[in-house]
């Protein structure tokens, strides 16, 4: 639900002010005031920031599971790709995935391109963009997270053996059309939204995007070397599974503001009785999610693996993201387990199939996603499994299409790949010529 | 003189130092290593992956003293060092040619 529709309802509420409140069969938004204005902004200042703070869970996880040698570069790439999808999401990104129904090609394409631009300072309410809404910054600052984040997601896979500049190309143009284009077609307004396609918070919008984007790349780029000897898989330990579990909390924490934030409104009792449901239910599908993964790794491999806990508890929150609202926590539970069952699963299976996923991306983002998609439909009525099949289908080509379009120009024009010496080196010493942990010897 | 060299469980560096510095030893040097000897490696599993693990961390002593402390040095590590559990370690002893103290060039006896 976004902008665009919550508008007609708030105008209809307003036509007939005394009626609104006792009206049950209108719309469940709030009458506009200014405090409802004010709250709805908070929401998404405070969702905001939480969903940014995620930056520093994505930046802690990877570095804490990539090896010592490649640390600086992992990081350098996620403070990289932050600020570039902060400029790229303001430049391009937020009118193309909010036409506000303003489409040249109708419910697929915005017909509004250019920077985005907030409202004035100091504006009074009747000179508000949308007074039935929020301010105009608050709903940039907080969409501008969800691309970012979405940009996040692929580095990790991809992480020790790409080039920095290709994938900061790829991120660019991730965060200034990918994402936003597939976005506008949900969250937008358009033809998704328009067949009753539901995702909350992005289980599809965010999360597989970001893990489609993810899977193609790895696919093109290749395995590190001498991840695979045959039909053994090498594993390649972490560096520092402090900062990977910190980074694992960090993401939690933010998740709050992801889902909570989604519910777009706090301006009335029912919205902010919405938004504790969405916290609490978010809380309990990671808490499923690495409860399973604990259970399963003890069972399979006769000890519990930490970073499958870790990853069990981030496709918890990926599988609720869909739908953080209508579930009970029992059910959130539940859906957050299947998701940590998946991540145990899914890890072995791309070794087996020689794509190497260095910090488990496309379990928890991309087939977590897709499931919580589709797991909409245990809980709320009003969706339908073909509906959420075509939203996962229709999002899948077109990720899959565009990603594998720039990555193979870049492996064409550029190569995406660090030569193996460097790759031997690790590229903090090839690509930064700056060490992670220089008082210790390179491994 | 005699340069003995020493590997051991890396928790009874403290006991054996403390034992040596007790029987005369003036100086030791110490190394982190990886080995294997009778103590073989172990399997793990990482993210699904079973790798072995061949080498098990341990410590290596390098002294030089008198000929004449060699013996008490050899059965002090020994006793210090034991578990009596596989992978107590190893000592060897090795005869030196020549010794320096860097700060006034005094050799031999007088460096030790």
């Known amino acids: ?443 | 003189m005699k340069m003995i060299i020493a590997t051991i469980k890396p928790f009874k560096l403290e006991e054996v130092r403390e034992a040596l510095t007790s029987i005369g030893v003036s100086g030791l040097m110490v190394t982190e290593i990886k080995g294997f000897g009778a103590q073989a490696g172990h399997t793990e599993i990482y993210r699904g992956a079973e790798y072995e693990v061949n080498f098990v961390p341990k410590v290596r002593l390098d002294l030089v003293v008198p000929s004449s402390l060699a013996d008490q040095v050899v059965d002090t590590i020994t006793q210090t060092a034991r578990t009596g559990k596989i992978g107590d370690g190893k000592i060897f002893v090795l005869d030196v040619a020549q010794a320096v103290r860097v700060r006034t060039g005094e050799t031999n006896h007088d460096a030790l």
């Open chain 1, 1 to 443: 639900m976004r902008k665009s529709t919550l508008s007609l309802a708030a105008i209809s509420a307003l036509a007939a002010p005394g009626v609104a409140l006792a009206q049950e069969a209108a719309a469940p938004a709030a009458v506009p005031t200014d405090s409802v204005f004010i709250l709805n902004s908070l929401l998404f200042l405070i969702g905001g920031f939480l969903v940014f703070w995620m930056a520093a869970g994505f930046a802690m996880l990877e570095a804490g599971l990539v090896r010592s040698k490649n640390v600086t570069m992992q990081l350098t790439k996620n403070v990289a790709l932050f600020s570039l999808a902060a400029i790229f999401y303001y430049l391009i990104g937020y009118n193309l995935m909010y036409p506000l129904g303003t489409w040249s090609i109708d419910g697929v394409l915005s017909g509004v391109w250019g920077p985005g631009v907030l409202e004035a300072v100091g504006i009074t309410a009747e000179q508000a963009d949308d007074y039935s809404y929020a301010s105009t910054g608050s709903d940039f600052f907080f969409q501008l997270m969800f691309c970012a984040t979405t940009a996040s997601i692929v580095s990790g896979t991809l992480a020790e053996r790409i080039k920095l500049w290709p994938f900061l190309i790829f991120t660019i143009v991730l965060t200034a059309v990918i994402y936003p284009l597939q976005a506008s077609w949900k969250w937008g307004g358009g033809f998704l939204d328009e067949m009753g396609f539901l995702d909350f918070a992005g289980s599809t919008v965010v999360h597989s995007v970001g893990g489609w984007a993810a899977l193609t790349g790895a696919l093109i780029l290749g395995p590190r070397l001498g991840k695979y000897k045959g039909d053994k898989t090498i594993p390649m330990p972490g560096s520092n599974l402090a900062l990977a579990t910190l980074g694992t909390f960090i993401l939690w924490l933010g998740w709050f503001g992801f889902n909570g934030g989604s519910q777009l409104a706090m301006g009335s009792v029912g919205d902010v009785a919405d938004v504790s449901r969405i916290f609490a239910n978010t809380n309990a599908a990671a808490a499923g999610g690495a409860v399973a993964a604990l259970l399963l790794t003890q069972l399979l491999f006769k000890k519990p693996d930490l970073t499958m806990v870790l990853n069990g508890a981030l496709a918890g929150l990926v599988s609720i993201t869909a739908e953080p609202l209508t579930p009970s926590l029992g059910m959130s539970t539940l859906i957050g387990a299947v998701g940590g069952v998946i991540v145990v699963f899914v890890v072995p299976m791309l070794d087996k199939m020689k794509i190497d996923d260095v910090v488990g991306a496309i379990p928890v983002h991309l087939v977590a996603g897709i499931w919580g998609t589709l797991a909409v439909v245990l809980t709320n009525p009003d969706a339908s499994l073909i509906t959420q099949l075509t939203g996962i289908v229709v999002v899948a080509l077109f990720v899959v299409i565009a990603s594998a379009v720039v990555w193979l120009i870049l492996r064409a024009v550029t190569g995406i790949r660090v030569d193996e010496e460097d790759e031997i080196n690790g590229l903090d010493m090839a690509e930064l010529g700056m060490e992670a942990y220089p008082e210790f010897s390179p491994s």
